[in-house]
Each structure stands twice: as C-alpha cells, then as structure tokens.
C-alpha cells in the first residue's frame, strides 16, 4: 500500500521559514518524480514544486521560485520543501503528491500558516 506521510507545517510569521517532510513507503520511491501541491483556504488545488527521480531536476511555480527548495533523500525515501522568506499568501494544506501507476496519490497534507 502507498503512504505518504507529510510533516512540519505549521504556524509561522511572515518572512519566516519552515521546512516539510514527506515520507514515502509503498512503491519505489526512487524510481518516481515527486511533487508538491498546496490547497489555499477557499481555492483549488496549486502545484508547487516538483523533481525529478534523480533529484537534479527541480522546477517551482513562478510565485515561489527562489524562497522554496524541493530536494529529495532516495536513501531515506523522503521528499522535503525547505521554505524561506514565507508570505501571507504562502498559507495553504501542502501535499506530497506522486503518480504510479497511471494514478495520482496524495498525502493527508500538513497545514502551513503565515500569520503576524
């Protein structure tokens, strides 16, 4: 059985930092690109970030290219998002997401909250 378990939201002052984990078990996590998808209060779904299975292939939405990091442990099968410079906007459920299979799977999600 797949699991993703995401870790490390929380509640943060803008500017500030966090940085979400993902755990994977349940298929070859090293095999498979990840990503991460983040669902603001009241708004759909929003990729994030994702990489590839080597982990020398990032890519970022345009809103958060140079605050946030994608990188991955294949040792560790874990995924993570380091995030910097946190903004109002940046508040959202982020989820680990990976397709196997010809299906999506997802994480239960971590909550992230930027507030003064």
């Known amino acids: 059985e797949v699991q993703l378990v995401e870790s490390g939201g929380g509640l943060v002052q803008p500017g500030g930092s966090l940085r979400l984990s993902c755990a994977a078990s349940g298929f070859t996590f090293s095999m498979n690109a990840m990503s991460w998808v983040r669902q603001a209060p009241g708004k759909g779904l929003e990729w994030v970030s994702g990489?590839?299975?080597?982990?020398?292939?990032?890519s970022y939405t345009d809103s958060v290219k140079g605050r946030f990091t994608i990188s991955r442990d294949n040792a560790k099968n874990t995924l993570y998002l380091q995030m910097n410079s946190l903004k109002f906007d940046d508040t959202a459920v982020y989820y680990c997401n990976v397709v196997v299979d010809y299906s999506s799977l997802w994480g239960r999600g971590t909550q992230v909250t930027v507030s003064s």
């Open positions: 990489i590839n299975s080597a982990g020398d292939s990032p």
